[in-house]
């Protein structure tokens, strides 16, 4: 059995107006408490784990038991099973997703909670093949949409608007087969899933929301160059519902692309880039549905990523910097961080998300919600 205590707070910086249901000065100020536990048996060929997150939202006055993880394992040598709510991460790149369709949790990301909760679980059936081709995973789970910015902890731009929500209730279902090529691991990924944000339309007057249907092929290949790691992605998104662009509610289909390239610069220091295009496929439709005073997105949206690592004090000190550049949209994120572990056991972090640039671009449109996070964590 293990665990931590964690508290963590966040402090938007500035002044600013904010609506009366947003936790303004303080947009996250929780207690968190995590009991993890597991264990195995019939000589590992069973195992069972589960992580249960206690929080004290002290920001939104609430409290929640957050089921983080809580799945069985049965392991033979030609395959593995695993059933529950699982945290699942396909793909080879940076904070950048193309083939990792899985849910994810954006109010924490940027409200400064440890990289960890960015990841949501899926209540999923997964097993793991092992043939001589290649490895081969196979998932099927219940759709779970991603955590998105809301009104509670954000100041969001245009109108708050209700609208009925209709969640998808088919199983989803992925497939990654990955092998190595001499010292170069590639995989392939096929997903039949949902879009995790929601498409927005007006019937009759009234607002209407759904997940659209989405499928996604794709590919990667990941190894060394250079003295550092070469990453390479790409997918298809094949947007179901509107495979023709004419729907303005639903995401045009696109190919996405990403390179990177990481490499450690001096001694206890790495640096990585990473460069990433979304070509939205049928643009001229697309511009032609465009509704009256909607802001016209790129063709091809472009971004680059920096992260610079270093150590000090006999690793002790981490100084941290994970810079997202909007190229074509002309805005920005930073996340600057410190983090020091005072022993093996309890370690604190100081750090800021800064959004900069164009409102109109998806960083810029979160600007009045720049903060200062401080976390600290005692585990056991």
């Excluded at 659209?212 to 790691?229: H, I, K, M």
């Excluded at 990177?260 to 610069?265: F, L, V």
Aim: hydrophobic content about 40%; proline content about 4%; charged content about 25%.
């Amino acid at each position: 059995m293990h665990g931590f205590l964690q508290a963590h707070g966040a402090s938007r910086i500035g002044s600013v107006d904010c609506p009366a249901q947003t936790a303004c000065d303080w947009p996250y100020n929780e207690q968190r408490f995590q009991l993890k536990l597991e264990g195995s048996g019939l000589e590992g060929s069973l195992g069972y784990a589960a992580k249960l997150d206690l929080v004290n939202d002290a920001a939104l006055g609430d409290s929640d038991l957050d089921t983080r993880e809580l799945y069985v394992d049965y392991n033979t040598e030609r395959f593995t099973v695993r059933a529950g709510r699982q945290v699942v991460t396909w793909g080879v790149a940076d904070l950048l997703f193309i083939n990792d369709t899985f849910p994810k949790d954006w109010v924490a990301f940027f409200g400064g909670l440890p990289l960890e909760y960015l990841k949501l679980g899926s209540d999923a059936l997964r097993i793991d093949l092992f043939p001589e081709l290649a490895d081969v995973q196979v998932m099927l789970a219940d759709f779970r949409k991603d955590s998105l910015p809301d009104r509670d902890r954000f100041i969001l731009p245009g109108p708050a608007i209700s609208a009925d929500l209709d969640e998808p209730s088919d199983l989803e279902a992925n497939l990654r087969a990955s092998r190595y090529f001499g010292s170069w691991d590639g995989a392939i990924y096929l997903s039949r899933t949902h879009y995790r944000a929601p498409a927005l339309s007006q019937i009759e007057g009234q607002w209407q929301s759904e997940f659209p249907r989405l499928n996604v092929y794709g590919v990667s290949l990941t190894g060394p160059l250079w003295n550092g790691v070469l990453s390479l992605e790409a997918g298809y998104y094949d947007s179901v519902k509107d495979r023709n662009g004419t729907d303005p509610a639903v995401e045009n289909s696109q190919t996405r692309f990403l390179v990177g390239y990481s490499r450690q610069i001096a001694k206890d220091t790495t640096l990585g880039i990473q460069g990433y295009a979304e070509w939205m496929h049928d643009y001229d439709a697309y511009r032609r549905a465009l509704q009256a005073g909607m802001p016209e997105r790129d063709e091809l949206r472009t971004v680059a990523t920096l992260r610079f690592t270093q150590f000090h004090l006999h690793q002790t000190l981490r100084l941290s910097l994970f810079a997202f550049w909007g190229v074509s949209e002309g805005d920005g994120y930073l996340i600057p961080s410190v983090r020091y572990s005072f022993s093996d056991d309890l370690w604190g972090e100081v750090g800021a998300n800064l959004f900069v640039g164009d409102r109109n671009g998806q960083f810029g449109a979160l600007g009045d919600n720049d903060n200062i996070y401080t976390t600290l964590r005692y585990a056991f």
